[in-house]
């Protein structure tokens, strides 16, 4: 387990968007200070123990349609207090109760000095599968007397303390799921059940993964499939014959750095610093990719400030 501290708000604001998806930060109060460890789960999972100071985070809807997600969050409140917003509904959520956040909607979580907390990213398709519908659990409570919640609770902290042995993690991310399904019980109607992932549902989950990880130099085919613990053939397989996954993955990055060398507001940063901020140390190997993929140079690209043909 890798504890990473946080001592102010844009720093925190980027790691969590890159834990689960894009959020921002309306308010904190100065002096701000937070901590998060992570551990990865096969089927898509990842648990996170969350130490924060009273803040204010917003799914914003621009984010919602820029930056879709297939997850959901399950937010278990150990100490502190959180308050969650979602369309026409709201939940407090403390003394070991949890709730579930869907970003296919705008939402917003204001959290109380000292909030602790233990956060599940879960893919979506596992509860969509079995018919569940996620707007019905969205920002609901399960209560924190509920024998799976507290379960799932505990385990949850238990694998981010101590980390998952490989051969382990299969039957702890299904261990995971189940008490999920078992805690949404409570809400009333059928609980889900976790069903099998669909092929276009797995390769969205793949995606998404690159997405978050695009600034990780060591993002490649082989470190995707072992997060995933597929094999780089069936890896292939989820892309089809369009493109391959190291395509995507570079593709991704070229356009990720293409933007920022187009955004008014990063232009004191070279372009060097920009691709090394999405994985690319070696300036050379992009110059030459940027050409291929864009019909010109890094330089060239910050002097249009937008692609070529708007320019005509």
Same mark, same amino acid.
């Given at each position: 387990?890798?504890?990473?501290?946080?001592?102010?708000?844009?720093?925190?604001? *980027?790691?969590?968007?890159?834990?689960? $998806?894009?959020?921002?930060?309306?308010?904190?109060?100065?002096?701000?200070?937070?901590?998060?460890?992570?551990?990865?789960?096969? *089927?898509?999972?990842?648990?996170? @123990?969350?130490?924060?100071?009273?803040?204010?985070?917003?799914?914003?809807?621009? +984010?919602?349609?820029? #930056?879709?997600? #297939?997850?959901?969050?399950?937010?278990?409140?150990?100490?502190? @207090?959180? %308050?969650?917003?979602?369309?026409?509904?709201?939940? &407090?959520?403390?003394?070991?109760?949890?709730?579930?956040? =869907?970003?296919?909607?705008?939402?917003?979580? @204001?959290?109380?000095?000292?909030?602790?907390?233990?956060?599940? &990213?879960?893919?979506?398709?596992?509860? *969509?599968?079995?018919?569940?519908? %996620?707007? #019905?659990?969205?920002?609901?409570?399960?209560?924190?007397?509920?024998?799976?919640?507290?379960?799932?609770?505990? &385990?949850?902290?238990?694998?981010?303390?101590?980390?998952?042995?490989? #051969?382990?993690?299969?039957?702890?991310?299904?261990?995971?799921f189940d008490l999920l399904r078992g805690a949404?019980?409570?809400?009333?109607?059928?609980?889900?059940?976790?069903?099998?992932?669909?092929?276009?549902?797995q390769r969205r989950l793949v995606e998404e993964?690159?997405?978050?990880?695009?600034? =990780?130099?060591?993002?490649?085919?082989?470190?995707?499939?072992?997060?995933?613990? %597929?094999?780089?053939?069936?890896?292939?397989?989820?892309?089809?014959?369009?493109?391959?996954?190291?395509?995507?993955?570079?593709?991704?990055?070229?356009?990720?750095? $293409? =933007?920022? &060398?187009?955004?008014?507001? +990063?232009?004191g940063m070279t372009a060097a610093s920009i691709?090394?901020?999405?994985?690319?140390?070696?300036?050379?190997? +992009?110059? *030459?990719?940027?050409?291929?993929? $864009?019909?010109?140079?890094?330089?060239?690209?910050?002097?249009?400030?937008?692609?070529? @043909?708007?320019?005509?």
């Amino acid at each position: 387990m890798e504890l990473d501290r946080i001592h102010n708000v844009e720093d925190w604001e *980027r790691r969590i968007s890159q834990s689960y $998806f894009p959020l921002v930060m309306n308010h904190a109060q100065s002096g701000f200070e937070a901590s998060i460890a992570t551990v990865d789960l096969p *089927r898509g999972m990842r648990v996170s @123990k969350v130490d924060v100071e009273a803040n204010h985070l917003k799914r914003t809807g621009r +984010l919602v349609r820029a #930056e879709p997600s #297939e997850h959901v969050l399950v937010l278990f409140q150990h100490t502190g @207090k959180a %308050i969650m917003r979602q369309t026409d509904r709201e939940v &407090l959520i403390e003394n070991g109760s949890a709730a579930i956040a =869907d970003p296919s909607e705008p939402y917003e979580v @204001k959290m109380t000095q000292g909030s602790h907390q233990m956060v599940l &990213l879960v893919p979506a398709a596992s509860i *969509r599968s079995a018919g569940a519908q %996620i707007a #019905e659990v969205r920002t609901r409570l399960l209560p924190g007397n509920s024998l799976a919640t507290k379960t799932l609770s505990s &385990l949850a902290a238990d694998i981010v303390e101590n980390g998952v042995p490989s #051969e382990e993690a299969e039957g702890l991310a299904a261990a995971c799921f189940d008490l999920l399904r078992g805690a949404l019980g409570r809400l009333g109607g059928s609980p889900p059940s976790v069903g099998a992932v669909s092929h276009e549902a797995q390769r969205r989950l793949v995606e998404e993964y690159i997405h978050r990880h695009l600034g =990780d130099p060591g993002l490649n085919v082989e470190a995707v499939a072992r997060a995933h613990q %597929i094999s780089t053939r069936h890896l292939a397989t989820l892309f089809g014959s369009n493109v391959t996954p190291g395509a995507y993955i570079r593709q991704a990055r070229l356009q990720r750095i $293409f =933007d920022d &060398l187009t955004n008014p507001g +990063l232009a004191g940063m070279t372009a060097a610093s920009i691709a090394s901020r999405w994985g690319v140390d070696h300036y050379p190997t +992009l110059s *030459r990719a940027f050409r291929r993929e $864009f019909g010109l140079t890094p330089v060239e690209a910050r002097a249009y400030g937008r692609w070529p @043909k708007a320019a005509e």
